[in-house]
């Protein structure tokens, strides 16, 4: 049986590197559903308690965290990826020039600005 559509965000996210981040619309756009980028973001929120993928690596197309009334899951989303080397502007934003990452890349890490 083929996955369903949040099995299928869970699987990109999954290949996100350490160190990077894709934001909900082109984790839509790499799935072929370029308008379900809402949809991506209840497929995260949908992930059991227990899970290994990295959603915290899943940004808004500012460079932001997303999360409904901030608090303390932003701040861990924020605090995970500091610990893997992702930095924050004064905006609170992620440069994606530096820490997008797309499929097709085989770099680990940031690239320099």
Do not use: C
């Not at 990077?20 to 497929?43: E, F, H, I, K």
């Not at 308690?49 to 303390?72: C, E, F, M, Q």
């Amino acid at each position: 049986m083929a996955p369903n559509f949040y099995e299928r965000v869970w699987e990109v996210v999954r290949e996100v590197p350490r160190g990077r981040v894709v934001t909900y619309g082109q984790v839509a756009v790499v799935l072929g559903a370029p308008a379900a980028a809402r949809a991506v973001g209840y497929a995260l929120r949908a992930l059991p308690h227990d899970t290994d993928t990295p959603w915290w690596r899943v940004i808004n197309a500012k460079g932001g965290v997303s999360l409904r009334g901030r608090g303390y899951g932003a701040d861990l989303q924020r605090e995970l990826l500091e610990g893997e080397g992702v930095v924050f502007d004064a905006a609170d934003t992620v440069d994606l020039r530096v820490y997008r990452w797309w499929p097709d890349e085989e770099s680990d890490g940031p690239r320099p600005a």
